[in-house]
Nanobody
């Protein structure tokens, strides 16, 4: 069974950084686009960033451009989301997902269980 596992969430002060990881079991992430999404309490899930499988093209939501960086390490079968200059409004549960193409829309096939990110002083 395909399984995605997110890790790296936690509590951080405003202006701080976190790196989220998305690891896969029983399949290789190399062949899939990977997206990061987040859902804050009372809000709809939104696309944060994605990376394509073939050429490594990336895309970011306007709210995180210049602060977040997505990358993949195929040797470790892991995709990362480096989050810098975090703001309280970044607080949410973060999910990774795999699908056929890089998209900030909910067009993905498999999803992880999520990791909580809380930005607070």
């Amino acid at each position: 069974q395909v399984q995605l596992v997110e890790s790296g969430g936690g509590l951080v002060q405003p202006g701080g950084s976190l790196r989220l990881s998305c690891s896969a079991s029983k399949f290789s992430l190399d062949y899939y686009a990977v997206g990061w999404f987040r859902q804050a309490p009372g809000k709809e899930r939104e696309g944060v960033s994605c990376i394509s499988s073939s050429d490594g093209n990336t895309n970011y939501a306007d709210s995180v451009k210049g602060r977040f960086t997505i990358s993949r390490d195929n040797a470790k079968n892991t995709v990362y989301l480096q989050m810098n200059s975090l703001k309280p409004e970044d607080t949410a549960v973060y999910y990774c997902a795999t699908g056929p193409r890089c998209s900030l829309l909910d067009e993905y096939d498999y999803w992880g269980q999520g990791t909580q990110v809380t930005v607070s002083s």
